[in-house]
Every structure is written in structure tokens, then in C-alpha cells.
């Protein structure tokens, strides 16, 4: 798919990878509707991205501010041509910690949101007869870590909803793609929903490995741009592909 001319939706919007997808493909001349919850930070950011930025506040796990976002950007850009669907965060705990209430609400920002999201550009890309879709996993779900079975669970579950949407509306000309980053340089360890100090250890331990929001921001819009299946960040000696 064209970049250029292209309308996109970027959850989880107002940082981090979100955010620096939504300057580059700005960059790229795209428009982008940038959705999150921070309306405040949302504006402001849309005064700096110029134009092509469109702030469109919502709380992803809210089925009807799901449905308005979606009305809202349709009445902006007249179309929907890529989904990104970025928001997450993270949660360790052991097997015996986990928080069964703290864990549905993971399920539902990690894993139903995005399925929310894509059910509701679909019609639109339907129509379309073209679309494209990126789901931002995590290269956590590429081994098996301690204290990550609440995240990575909620998170693999997401891989296999990519894949299987992949395969159901390949034919109809809808690209589904999964973006594996590694330990990223953003909000996402400071906004850890339980065991911070695991955060702060998981940190400590890749070092030189964090990589920035703006290489994850590319290795997305190169997924767009090929409709590839998949695409990670994660060094060879933790199970990816990645040289260095």
C-alpha cells in the first residue's frame, strides 16, 4: 500500500511507538488520526503534526467511543486505508500473583481492543475493497519468560487473531500484519500495570538491546507497504531475526 495516500488510525497514539508511527507517516504525507485517551496531550500533539493530524479521543476498550472514533474519522478523511492498532501495556507477575480481575483488564486492552478496532474498520474496508493492518505484538511472546505469563498470553492471543484475520480477508484485499518489537525506549515501563521492579529488571538485563520508537515506526510502515505477514525487532539470540 501507498503511504502517501494514505488515511490512517494509530491507537495508543499519544507516545511512544504510537506516536512515532504517526510522525513518520506523516513525514510520508498521510493523514493520521491519532486516538488515545489523553485528549489534552492529543491536541497538542496535533498542533505540532500540522493538518494531516487528526486528534480523536477514545478509550479503546469502550465499545460505543470505538464506534464514534470511527464515525469521526470517516467524516474527516472519507476513508480508512490502514489500522494500527498499538495500545497495550504491560503486567508481570508470577503464576500465583496474578490479579484475576487486574488480568481481564490486560485481556481487554491487549487483546479485545485490537479485535474491537479491526471489527470496526472493516465494514469500511470492505467497501474499500483494500485495507491494511498492523497489530503491535511484543517479541516477549518469542520465548518463555518468568513472571510475563499474563502480558505474553495476552499478547499471543493477539498473534494468533492477526493470523487468522490475515488468512480470512486476504481475498478481499485486506493486508493483516504483525509487528514483534523488543524492549522499546517509551512510556511502556514506567505504565506497567503491576510489578514494576520486573520492568525495571527486564530493562536492566537487555541494555544495549532497547531500541527506539522511531526503528519500530519504521518496521511498521514497511509492513504496510509490503503487506508482509510479519516483521521483528528481536535480536537473533532471543529467538528473532534481528543481526544486531
Do not use: W
Not at 497514539?13 to 506523516?26: M, N
Not at 467511543?65 to 495500545?87: E, M, P, S, Y
Not at 526503528?215 to 514497511?222: F, H, Q, S, T, Y
Amino acid at each position: 500500500m501507498d503511504i502517501t495516500t494514505s488515511n490512517i488510525i494509530i491507537t495508543g497514539a499519544s507516545s511512544g511507538i504510537g506516536l512515532a508511527t504517526a510522525r513518520a507517516a506523516i513525514e510520508k504525507g498521510a493523514k493520521v488520526a491519532l486516538v488515545a485517551r489523553r485528549e489534552d496531550r492529543l491536541n497538542a500533539l496535533v498542533a505540532d503534526l500540522g493538518p494531516n493530524a487528526l486528534a480523536v479521543p477514545c478509550d479503546v476498550t469502550d465499545a460505543a467511543q470505538i464506534r464514534t472514533a470511527i464515525d469521526k474519522v470517516i467524516a474527516a478523511f472519507g476513508r480508512i486505508d490502514v489500522l494500527i492498532n498499538n495500545a497495550g501495556r504491560g503486567f508481570y507477575a508470577s503464576i500465583e500473583e496474578i490479579d484475576i480481575a487486574a488480568y481481564r483488564a490486560l485481556l481487554d486492552l491487549n487483546t479485545i481492543a485490537p479485535l474491537a478496532m479491526m471489527q470496526a474498520v472493516l465494514p469500511q474496508m470492505r467497501r474499500q475493497g483494500s485495507g491494511a493492518i498492523v497489530n503491535v505484538s511484543s517479541g516477549a511472546t518469542f520465548g518463555v519468560l518468568p513472571g510475563a505469563a499474563a502480558y505474553t498470553s495476552s499478547k499471543s492471543a493477539l498473534n494468533m487473531l492477526s493470523d487468522v484475520a490475515r488468512t480470512e480477508l486476504a481475498d478481499i484485499g485486506i493486508a493483516v500484519s504483525t509487528i514483534y518489537p523488543f524492549v522499546t525506549d517509551t512510556e511502556f515501563y514506567e505504565a506497567v500495570q503491576k510489578g514494576e521492579a520486573a520492568a525495571e529488571a527486564e530493562l536492566t538485563n537487555v541494555g544495549s538491546a532497547i531500541h527506539s520508537p522511531d526503528r519500530v515506526a519504521d518496521k511498521i510502515l514497511g509492513l504496510i507497504e509490503s503487506g508482509a505477514r510479519q516483521d521483528d525487532l528481536v535480536p537473533k539470540a532471543y529467538g528473532g531475526s534481528l543481526e544486531d
